[in-house]
């Protein structure tokens, strides 16, 4: 049985003249297009030279559409490709080009709904510039020099962090290889590209809202502790209420999941009336949705028992049973805007660091409610 490829069996290529410049000679006799493929044969830029019977060169020219190569054979080389199946390998290319096209993504926890939906912002913008995104990291804890060492493996030409700390030696790492990194939602502790939803503008506006619906206990359910954005929202809040002549909140313990905010909401459920806050603010929306199902789960009924607001504006919190009071961040306008950083450092121009804040929007639903007296 012949060694070669299925594809190679079953299409053939007669050139009468070798050379480039007489290959317009050359027939093109195909079988029929849907003959099955076997794994292991995918066709390359050296196997379709072998059919066509010219340099591996002349096709890699012709299948840019070189106009050093005639018309008819770049024709006839682009039949042949598209009959065996090829597709240039993005890899290889960079290595000639010094661009791979490649963009790294660092995500946080997949119990956050908010990064499923940051991925899939993140995933439209690449495309729309042309670009091809690789997950590095999905999960809490800050980015090891391992992930830090696949940039620089797989070639990738900038990184966007949408959690997450950058390690010092990992942040050298990149800048010692020229890989531009940009950081998602959150403010970096030291010199860097961020963009970032304005927390603590959102943490204001919430508390704002509660102030002006009659609430003096709110509490907090706190994010992580080692991210910024959890601390800049938490901060934010209890310094307007106290600014408002209202003791500081009580802060519960959270994290970054739903079964964390429920404990919250279990906790909070557990006090007696006098003690329990009469609104809670969960730092994400995932910990306010956990903490709406343990006040239901104790009898409690929201908002006409205590009311609820969460941050980030996922879309399960818009939906039923939730339809959830909170602050939405610009996800589509803050993605944009981190690959438009990106991608004036992966140019090669020295520019400074730059951190932009986008403002979110409130957004009013049925968890809040207005204690205030008419009129």
Request: contains cysteine; hydrophobic residues 45%; glycine residues 10%.
């Given at each position: 049985m012949s060694a070669k490829p299925y594809f190679e069996r079953h299409l053939e290529i007669k050139v009468k003249e070798l050379e480039p410049d007489h290959?317009?000679?050359c027939t093109l006799k195909r079988k029929p297009r849907d003959f099955p493929r076997v794994s292991g044969a995918r066709p390359t830029v050296s196997s379709l030279a072998r059919l066509a019977g010219v340099a591996s060169s002349t096709v890699s020219r012709a299948l840019k559409g070189d106009e050093r190569i005639s018309p008819a054979v770049r024709r006839r080389i682009a039949a042949l490709a598209a009959e065996a199946g090829y597709t240039p390998n993005a890899l290889a290319r960079g290595l000639v080009g010094g661009r791979s096209g490649l963009v790294g993504l660092v995500l946080g926890p997949v119990s956050n709904p908010i990064y499923a939906e940051m991925m899939q912002e993140a995933v439209t913008e690449a495309e729309r510039r042309g670009l091809r995104l690789m997950l590095l990291h999905a999960g809490p804890g800050p980015i090891e020099d391992s992930t830090a060492a696949a940039l620089l493996q797989y070639r990738m030409d900038g990184c966007l962090i949408t959690s997450a700390g950058l390690s010092s030696r990992a942040a050298a790492i990149c800048a010692a290889n020229d890989v531009p990194v940009v950081m998602l939602n959150r403010v970096p502790k030291l010199h860097a590209v961020a963009v970032s939803c304005d927390n603590r503008a959102g943490g204001e506006a919430l508390a704002l809202h509660l102030l002006e619906t009659g609430h003096r206990r709110p509490a907090i359910i706190m994010g992580n502790a080692d991210t910024s954005t959890s601390l800049e929202r938490a901060e934010a809040f209890a310094t307007a209420l106290v600014e408002a002549g209202l003791e500081p909140p009580r802060r519960f313990p959270g994290g970054a999941s739903h079964a964390a905010g429920f404990a919250a909401g279990q906790a909070i459920a557990g006090l007696p009336a006098r003690e329990r806050p009469d609104a809670i603010f969960g730092c994400a929306d995932i910990l306010a949705m956990g903490a709406m199902d343990a006040l239901r789960e104790a009898g409690l009924r929201v908002p006409e028992d205590i009311s609820v607001v969460g941050f980030d504006g996922i879309a399960a919190a818009a939906a039923a049973p939730y339809r959830m009071t909170t602050l939405s961040v610009p996800l589509s306008a803050m993605i944009a805007r981190g690959f438009g950083l990106l991608a004036e450092r992966m140019s090669g121009i020295p520019l400074p660091d730059e951190v932009v804040l986008l403002?979110?929007?409130?957004?009013?639903?049925?968890?809040?409610?207005?204690?205030?007296?008419?009129?």
């Amino acid at each position: 049985m012949s060694a070669k490829p299925y594809f190679e069996r079953h299409l053939e290529i007669k050139v009468k003249e070798l050379e480039p410049d007489h290959a317009d000679d050359c027939t093109l006799k195909r079988k029929p297009r849907d003959f099955p493929r076997v794994s292991g044969a995918r066709p390359t830029v050296s196997s379709l030279a072998r059919l066509a019977g010219v340099a591996s060169s002349t096709v890699s020219r012709a299948l840019k559409g070189d106009e050093r190569i005639s018309p008819a054979v770049r024709r006839r080389i682009a039949a042949l490709a598209a009959e065996a199946g090829y597709t240039p390998n993005a890899l290889a290319r960079g290595l000639v080009g010094g661009r791979s096209g490649l963009v790294g993504l660092v995500l946080g926890p997949v119990s956050n709904p908010i990064y499923a939906e940051m991925m899939q912002e993140a995933v439209t913008e690449a495309e729309r510039r042309g670009l091809r995104l690789m997950l590095l990291h999905a999960g809490p804890g800050p980015i090891e020099d391992s992930t830090a060492a696949a940039l620089l493996q797989y070639r990738m030409d900038g990184c966007l962090i949408t959690s997450a700390g950058l390690s010092s030696r990992a942040a050298a790492i990149c800048a010692a290889n020229d890989v531009p990194v940009v950081m998602l939602n959150r403010v970096p502790k030291l010199h860097a590209v961020a963009v970032s939803c304005d927390n603590r503008a959102g943490g204001e506006a919430l508390a704002l809202h509660l102030l002006e619906t009659g609430h003096r206990r709110p509490a907090i359910i706190m994010g992580n502790a080692d991210t910024s954005t959890s601390l800049e929202r938490a901060e934010a809040f209890a310094t307007a209420l106290v600014e408002a002549g209202l003791e500081p909140p009580r802060r519960f313990p959270g994290g970054a999941s739903h079964a964390a905010g429920f404990a919250a909401g279990q906790a909070i459920a557990g006090l007696p009336a006098r003690e329990r806050p009469d609104a809670i603010f969960g730092c994400a929306d995932i910990l306010a949705m956990g903490a709406m199902d343990a006040l239901r789960e104790a009898g409690l009924r929201v908002p006409e028992d205590i009311s609820v607001v969460g941050f980030d504006g996922i879309a399960a919190a818009a939906a039923a049973p939730y339809r959830m009071t909170t602050l939405s961040v610009p996800l589509s306008a803050m993605i944009a805007r981190g690959f438009g950083l990106l991608a004036e450092r992966m140019s090669g121009i020295p520019l400074p660091d730059e951190v932009v804040l986008l403002r979110g929007t409130l957004q009013r639903r049925g968890t809040v409610r207005d204690t205030q007296p008419p009129g």
